[in-house]
T-cell receptor, first 114, second 111 residues
């Protein structure tokens, strides 16, 4: 089944404890992206990648890191999480590299930073 | 960067009536405008999209219109059904660049 998977789905952590949220897609998509969703703010793009080893900052990249070593994986790293990073995170992917096609979203990761 | 504004934030309609959600964008370089539907507990899912070389697009009960001069685009849902109840997001994209979403509209269809 074609899909975007994220792990974990739920995570509670404490300030400063490094964490990684994994994202994987099995559709051979070029474009991958991370978003955070907060009430009243909609979806905001954190980072995106148009291909392997190519990543760019989105609207809210501060406090996050990403890497794209393989086409299918795009992990999101919080090196020192803070409470303001408590949010619902979505990974997405699309076929072409230019963000001009259907994006397929994962199921989301709900993160709580204490 | 691009700024996408979406209105209204909440919308209630009677089953069978039409619903309209409006978005404006600021960057004239944006040329791809999708609409996503998000059901409770799930990720957003594309329902329709439009490119800047097209003024209107329809898919059964759903239509999107684009006015490039005024920089606004709208989602129209006709003959609404209870299963249309969800949060809807508009978005704008510049080729090879970021994706910008609106703040969402919570649509409730009252049976």
């Amino acid at each position: 089944e074609a899909q975007v998977t994220q792990n974990p789905r739920y995570l509670i952590t404490v300030t400063g404890k490094k964490l990684t949220v994994t994202c994987s897609q099995n559709m051979n998509h070029e474009y991958m992206s991370w978003y955070r969703q907060d009430p009243g703010l909609g979806l905001r793009q954190i980072y995106y990648s148009m291909n392997v080893e190519v990543t760019d900052k989105g609207d809210v990249p501060e406090g996050y890191k990403v890497s794209r070593k393989e086409k299918r994986n795009f992990p999101l790293i919080l090196e020192s999480p803070s409470p303001n990073q408590t949010s619902l995170y979505f990974c997405a992917s699309s076929f072409g590299p230019y963000a001009q096609e259907t994006q397929y979203f994962g199921p989301g990761t709900r993160l709580l930073v204490l | 960067g691009e700024n996408v504004e979406q209105h209204p934030s909440t919308l209630s309609v009677q089953e069978g009536d039409s619903a309209v959600i409006k978005c404006t964008y600021s960057d004239s370089a944006s040329n791809y405008f999708p609409w996503y539907k998000q059901e409770l507990g799930k990720g957003p899912q594309l329902i329709i999209d439009i490119r800047s070389n097209v003024g209107e697009k329809k898919d059964q009960r759903i239509a999107v219109t684009l006015n490039k001069t005024a920089k606004h685009f709208s989602l129209h849902i006709t003959e609404t059904q209870p299963e249309d109840s969800a949060v809807y997001f508009c978005a704008a994209s510049i080729p090879g660049n970021q994706f910008y979403f609106g703040t969402g509209t919570s649509l409730t269809v009252i049976p």
